[in-house]
């Protein structure tokens, strides 16, 4: 699988494995221009998405949304240190 998952990103040229590397255990790839343009436009199109789909939301739920920011906060530090 994760053959099939490399093979994908290096076919859109988003990353590219530097000379060199000869141990096939182990691969070291270096996101190319083209790669990170793309996480940045993926993150664009996703802030939209949020951002319109926030919009349809009740004021209720966007409270609740604000509200909740502390609690998923916390619980975003508690999965970094795992």
Known sequence: MADQTLAG???????RTPS?????RAVRLTVTEAGA?????WHDI???LAGRALDRLSAADRR???AAIPALTRLAEQMEEL
Not at 9 to 15: D, F
Not at 20 to 24: C, K, N, W
Not at 37 to 41: K, P
């Open 9 to 15: 990103v290096s076919g859109m040229s988003a990353c």
């Open 20 to 24: 060199g590397a000869s141990d096939g």
């Open 37 to 41: 343009a793309r996480v940045e436009q």
């Open 46 to 48: 996703r802030t939209d």
């Open 64 to 66: 609740a949304l604000v």
